[in-house]
């Protein structure tokens, strides 16, 4: 064994009239307790290589995704949170990534997450609005350990595409995790998605509905899979989730669901501008447009704030208000109303397609199909919608809604 000697000194003061030189040894350096220093091939306790680890995520490879995914290539050292029409939005160089509104800490919480994945491509899943997104790192999947606020296990072998009270989700045996509203395909892509790279969590930013959600894959052991014999939990947790969703189909009064309805609180409903157009939002959801006319948006803000709507529903183009599930039965005095007989409306064909006539022959909706339109019909009248109602006078900066004034 070999030993060695360090000898460090310090010489003050002076050899003058024969003295010796004071020296005064240098006490020995100390090592933060941080700080580990590995030996070759080793890694300090905790910290995981995910270099060896990189390909070994438990995708299938041979999964084949009904769409083409849609990636765009990014520099993480480009992804920031700025503020841009009226909006704070994750940004990656020219990529729009997500739109937060009014939520700073959301929007710098979602660059975190990101800049933690280091994707050098990045996807989205959603046809009306980004749901979820996924990075991929050189075209492959990484396992990651970030740090999210808020984040869920998914279970490879049971997650599936399902619909649920009329809308279609992400689920597996224990969660429902993501909602794609009445679009089928975009739920089968994430299924798909999710298996092809072996996503097994989803990590959610922003409360209490999300305004960025991400499929990471997790190392064996912080997956946080769910406990044994956690099922009948899980059970009851899952229908609990089931009743509480935000974004379902219109229950209509003894047919079912169809379209797709937006649970909201008046109280948080705001006007936003994005390039030039007002438009009445609820976080993520948007209610209304009123082009340039931001007075119009205004005047809708405090239409829907006054009458207490609390859900939007959309039927092709039929567009309605619901107060805890009731059709509305006030009709605030600057809105103009044209009353019509509900039990006597008609679906005809119509300039290439099909309509919802009143019984005196005027259209009151217009229907890409014949069972859209008849659609329309029964929502009329299963909820006893007896007036078409409108703020404003343009077509562009008005809002339509439907109300039940019971005079017939």
């Not at 492959?140 to 072998?157: C, E, F, G, Q």
């Not at 956690?230 to 169809?258: D, N, S």
């Not at 605030?332 to 509900?342: H, L, V």
């Amino acid at each position: 064994m070999r030993r060695f000697l360090i000898v460090s000194s310090v010489v003050v003061g002076s050899t003058a009239f024969g003295q010796s030189p004071q020296v005064r040894p240098t006490p020995p350096r100390s090592v933060p307790p941080t700080m580990v220093v590995p030996t070759p091939g080793t890694l300090p306790p905790g910290v995981l290589d995910l270099t060896k680890q990189a390909d070994e995520t438990g995708g299938d490879a041979s999964v084949v995704t009904p769409a083409k995914e849609r990636f765009a290539t990014i520099d993480v050292v480009l992804v920031t949170a700025r503020y841009a029409g009226e909006a704070w939005q994750l940004v990656a160089g020219p990529h729009l990534l997500a739109d937060f509104g009014k939520k700073q800490a959301d929007a710098e919480e979602a660059k975190r997450i990101v800049r933690e994945l280091r994707p050098t491509e990045w996807a989205t899943i959603g046809t009306a609005r980004p749901v979820v997104g996924y990075g991929l790192f050189n075209g492959k999947a990484r396992l990651h350990s970030p740090r999210p606020k808020v984040t869920a296990a998914i279970d490879l072998a049971t997650v599936r595409a399902e619909q649920v009270r009329g809308v279609w989700v992400l689920k597996d045996d224990a969660a429902l995790h993501l909602n794609f509203g009445s679009h089928k395909a975009d739920a089968e892509q994430a299924a798909a998605v999710v298996r092809k790279y072996g996503f097994n969590q989803i990590g959610h930013v922003g409360h209490p509905t999300p305004a960025f959600s991400y499929f990471y894959a997790a190392p064996a052991g912080l997956d946080k899979a769910a406990r044994p014999g956690a099922a009948g939990a899980a059970l009851v947790a899952q229908a609990t989730a089931e009743q509480a969703l935000g974004r379902t189909g219109i229950p209509i009064p003894g047919t079912g669901f169809a379209g797709e309805m937006v649970k909201f609180d008046p109280r948080k409903v705001e006007v936003r501008r994005d390039k030039g157009v007002y438009a009445l939002v609820s976080g993520t959801d948007e209610l209304a447009r009123f082009g340039a006319s931001e007075w119009a948006a205004r005047d809708a803000l405090k239409l829907v704030q006054d009458c207490r709507f609390t859900e939007h529903c959309r039927l092709g183009e039929m567009s309605f208000f619901l107060v805890n599930g009731q059709a509305p039965t006030r009709v605030p005095f600057n809105a103009q109303g044209r009353t019509f007989n509900p039990k006597t409306v008609k679906v005809r064909a119509a300039d290439g397609g099909f309509g919802v006539f009143e019984d005196a022959g005027r259209q009151l909706f217009r229907a890409a199909t014949v069972e859209e339109a008849e659609q329309m019909a029964r929502a009329i009248q299963g909820f006893g919608f007896d007036m078409v109602c409108q703020l404003g006078l343009s077509p562009t900066t008005s809002l339509r809604f439907l109300a039940k004034t019971g005079g017939r």
